[in-house]
T-cell receptor, first 109, second 110 residues
Framework: EDQVTQSPEALRLQEGESSSLNCSYT??????LFWYRQDPGKGPEFLFT???AGEEKEKERLKATLTKKESFLHITAPKPEDSATYLC??????????FGKGTRLHILP | EAQVTQNPRYLITVTGKKLTVTCSQN?????MSWYRQDPGLGLRQIYY???????DKGDVPEGYKVSRKEKRNFPLILESPSPNQTSLYFC?????????FGPGTRLTVT
C-alpha cells in the first residue's frame, strides 16, 4: 500500500535555527513528490515538485531534496513567518496523490 | 490570476438538510478533486474527476455526490448531511506538475 510518513509531527525552533523536515514514502511508481505549506484554516499552498532521486529545488529559505525513499525540506535561518504546517504528498503510477499528515513548524522570535 | 474558488467559506446546517458547496477553477485543468481535512487524519480525497462527465470515488466517498458538467466547475453535494461530515473541505485542481487548492469551506452539521 502506498503511504507517506512525515516526521517530526511538530517542531519548535528559535528564529535563525536551521533544521530539516522528513518525508518517507513507499509508492508504486513515483510520478512526483510534492511539498505544500498550509496556514491554519487555509488551503495548502504549492511549494515544490520533485521527480527523481538527486533532484533539489529551492525557494527563499526552503530547499527540498529527494532520494529513492525519502525527501527532506531544509529550512535555513527560519523566520517567524515560516511558521506553518508543511505537507508532503506523492503521486503514484495510477495518478493518485497520497498525502502525509504534515509537520507543524513553529518558529519562535 | 490562477485560482480555485469555493463557496460558501463557512456553513452551519442541520442534519438531513441537503447542501451544495461550489468549486470553480480558471486554469482550464482537466483534473479536479474534493478533500476533507480532519485533525489527526490529514487530507483525505472524497471524489475526483479526470474530465467533464468523468468522476470517480476517492478514499472517503460515502455520503457525498459530485458532478462535472463543465470543465471549470466541480460541486460537492451532501444529500443528507450528518454530524460526522463536520469538517474542513478543500477543492483542488491540477495539471501534471502542480495542484492548486481552494481556500476551504468549514462545514458544521448539528
Amino acid at each position: 500500500e502506498d503511504q507517506v510518513t512525515q516526521s517530526p509531527e511538530a517542531l519548535r525552533l528559535q528564529e535563525g535555527e536551521s533544521s530539516s523536515l522528513n518525508c518517507s514514502y513507499t509508492v508504486s511508481g513515483l510520478r512526483g513528490l510534492f511539498w505544500y505549506r498550509q496556514d491554519p484554516g487555509k488551503g495548502p499552498e504549492f511549494l515544490f515538485t520533485l521527480y527523481s532521486a538527486g533532484e533539489e529545488k529551492e525557494k527563499e529559505r526552503l530547499k527540498a531534496t529527494l532520494t529513492k525513499k525519502e525527501s527532506f525540506l531544509h529550512i535555513t535561518a527560519p523566520k517567524p513567518e515560516d511558521s506553518a504546517t508543511y505537507l508532503c504528498a506523492v503521486r503514484n503510477r495510477d495518478d493518485k496523490i497520497i498525502f502525509g499528515k504534515g509537520t507543524r513548524l513553529h518558529i519562535l522570535p | 490570476e490562477a485560482q480555485v474558488t469555493q463557496n460558501p467559506r463557512y456553513l452551519i446546517t442541520v442534519t438531513g438538510k441537503k447542501l451544495t458547496v461550489t468549486c470553480s477553477q480558471n486554469m482550464n485543468h482537466e483534473y479536479m478533486s474534493w478533500y476533507r481535512q480532519d485533525p489527526g487524519l490529514g487530507l483525505r480525497q472524497i471524489y475526483y474527476s479526470m474530465n467533464v462527465e468523468v468522476t470517480d470515488k476517492g478514499d472517503v466517498p460515502e455520503g457525498y455526490k459530485v458532478s462535472r458538467k463543465e470543465k471549470r466547475n466541480f460541486p460537492l453535494i451532501l444529500e443528507s448531511p450528518s454530524p460526522n461530515q463536520t469538517s474542513l473541505y478543500f477543492c483542488a485542481s491540477r495539471d501534471f506538475h502542480e495542484q492548486y487548492f481552494g481556500p476551504g469551506t468549514r462545514l458544521t452539521v448539528t
